[in-house]
């Protein structure tokens, strides 16, 4: 790829976790209004997984321009 446009794909990177985050923070939040304990702790285990992969992406794509 055309190695001026890294910084954008790193941007874009950033923005897609952040959107992610946020949108997790939101269920968070919502989490404590469901009463099905086993439902949330699954919920909130996948959730973090996720976090860790976006985490990793997103650093690895970092990386790229270091």
Do not use: C
Not at 34 to 44: C, G, Q
Not at 45 to 54: G, Q
């Amino acid at each position: 790829g055309n190695q001026n446009l890294i910084t954008d794909g790193i941007i874009a990177a950033i923005n897609a976790r952040a959107a992610v985050k946020s949108a997790f923070l939101n269920v968070r939040i919502n989490l404590s209004g469901i009463k099905d304990e086993s439902f949330v702790a699954e919920l909130i285990s996948k959730m973090y997984a996720i976090e860790k992969d976006l985490d990793d992406k997103e650093s690895a794509i970092i990386g790229l321009y270091k």
